[in-house]
């Protein structure tokens, strides 16, 4: 067994319930191929990068009865291999209210199929995030220490959770809340946990922030390699918006 898992949270995308905050925007249909392109590049970029190699890869899918729909997304991201499919706890649809008993999960289950050192803790919200952040959470969970990289909008975009973390670091964290993050650190040093706070990255849950990322990326050639489906997603997003 590996040593490090890494764990990706993510609804499989539908139609008119995926990233519902940006339907009124975008539409349902460019907002459909927008929640899927993030979740495409996320499982294939990870899944075939040799530098996490070593790592065991968990996608913990909801809704807990979306298990073919997973195994699709990762057999068209060419990665099926790669990826161990695990469904939500209990039951349970990824809303904010499950969070604590869907994260406190699966933290558990890594532990039970042998995972003896870092966890890290990724969402399908930031396509872009870069392979070293989990490396340097691994590195850190190495050293009994947490990694957290906040978000643009108070949350958080990876966790990486050293050996010595209790599955209560998740109790009384404030979901979906400006104080996310703090709330997590503040639980984490609590438990005993020492924390270092990494870069911040752009969450793409709003049409704003959707706007914001495709400006800074076009920027760039760094997304073009890193998230291909994301960013034409996006571009064709903004323009249904335009339209």
């Avoid at 990706?8 to 008119?16: D, E, F, H, Y």
């Avoid at 729909?69 to 990762?74: G, P, R, S, T, W």
């Avoid at 396509?127 to 850190?140: V, Y």
């Avoid at 709003?206 to 489906?229: G, K, M, Y």
């Amino acid at each position: 067994m590996s040593e490090d898992s890494l764990v990706l949270i993510a609804k499989c995308p539908r139609m008119g319930i995926s990233k519902t905050r940006l339907i009124a925007c975008f539409g349902e249909e460019a907002t459909f191929q927008l929640a899927r392109a993030m979740l495409l590049d996320l499982l294939r970029r990870f899944g075939s990068s040799a530098e996490l190699r070593s790592l065991r890869r968990v996608l913990v899918y909801a809704p807990p009865e979306a298990r073919d729909e997973a195994a699709k997304l990762v057999r068209e991201a060419g990665v099926e291999h790669e990826w161990v499919l695990t469904p939500v706890a209990g039951g349970t649809k990824l809303k904010d209210a499950d969070l604590t008993a869907i994260l406190k999960d699966a933290l558990e289950g890594t532990r039970e199929e042998g995972t003896t050192g870092t966890v890290v803790f990724v969402g399908m919200d930031t396509p872009h995030l870069p392979s070293f952040e989990i490396i340097e959470a691994c590195r850190k969970g190495a050293e009994d220490v947490a990694l957290v990289c906040p978000a643009n909008d108070g949350g958080y975009t990876l966790l990486g959770v050293p050996r010595n973390a209790p599955a209560k670091i998740f109790d009384g964290v404030l979901w979906s809340s400006p104080k996310t993050c703090e709330t997590q650190v503040t639980r984490l040093r609590e438990c005993g946990i020492s924390v270092m706070i990494g870069a911040t990255y752009e969450d793409l849950d709003t049409a704003e922030d959707v706007h914001s990322w495709h400006r800074t990326a076009t920027a760039t050639s760094a997304a073009a390699h890193i998230c291909p489906l994301t960013l034409e997603a996006a571009a064709a997003a903004l323009r249904a918006a335009r339209a």
